[in-house]
């Protein structure tokens, strides 16, 4: 028994029905935009504790499932590759997961929508539905703020990363006197040693007078 019957087992039969109405309806839609003989793409695996993406996510993989569509390439913001996309579905569809990954609240989201549309012109994109956001001026000014904020503390932790090179390198030259005061000392201890040897071999030499 799939998620779908497990469902379907808890409705009234007027409910059940109009479930698999609305079933009906999904699939003839998706049908006439994702053909069943070519692979997906699906895109992206929400990587956060938002129950509905993770719902939104399941509900279209359960579909494609059911329609015996291939899902060649699934990832997420963090592992997401766009040569690796390419390769797998070639010039098969590209589906979006919905929510609000269409607005600017998730930038990431919308980077890859932007450079998966200027890399595959022949591939249809498909973006599932989506909360659309209408930005005013105090989102605006909340945007700049954020932004705002968001560039100082990666400057702040650029500094901090020199500073943590600097005392690497600091460190690094620290050693390098170090060997090179050893190799120094061990160059005299050599020329000592020659120094030695050539006068034992003098003093073993045979005396002839």
């Known amino acids: 028994m799939n998620s779908a019957q497990r469902v379907d087992a808890r409705l009234t039969a007027e409910d059940a029905a109009l ?49 015996g569509v291939q899902i060649a390439y ?5 592992n997401f590759r766009l040569n690796d996309l390419m390769r797998a579905v070639g010039d098969g569809p590209i589906l979006f997961l919905g929510g609000v990954t269409v607005s600017r609240l998730w930038p990431s989201h919308s980077q890859v929508k932007r450079s998966v549309a200027a890399a595959c012109p022949g591939n249809r994109l498909i973006s599932l539905p ?44 620290g050693v390098f006197q170090e060997v090179s005061g050893i190799h120094a000392t061990l160059v005299r201890h050599e020329g000592r040693l020659d120094r030695i040897e050539r006068r034992l071999e003098l003093s073993d030499a045979p005396n002839l007078t």
């Open 19 to 67: 479930l698999a109405q609305q079933h009906s309806a999904i699939d003839a839609f998706f049908d006439q935009h994702i053909p069943t003989d070519r692979p997906v793409a699906v895109l992206q695996f929400p990587w956060d504790a938002n129950v509905g993406n993770h719902m939104m996510w399941l509900a279209i993989s359960e579909h494609l499932h059911r329609r």
């Open 74 to 78: 699934a990832a997420h913001q963090y």
């Open 130 to 173: 989506s909360t659309m956001i209408f930005v005013d001026e105090d989102d605006r000014r909340e945007r700049e703020t954020r932004h705002t904020t968001m560039i100082d503390e990666l400057k702040q932790e650029m500094q901090a990363s020199r500073t943590s090179q600097n005392g690497i390198r600091q460190e690094i030259t």
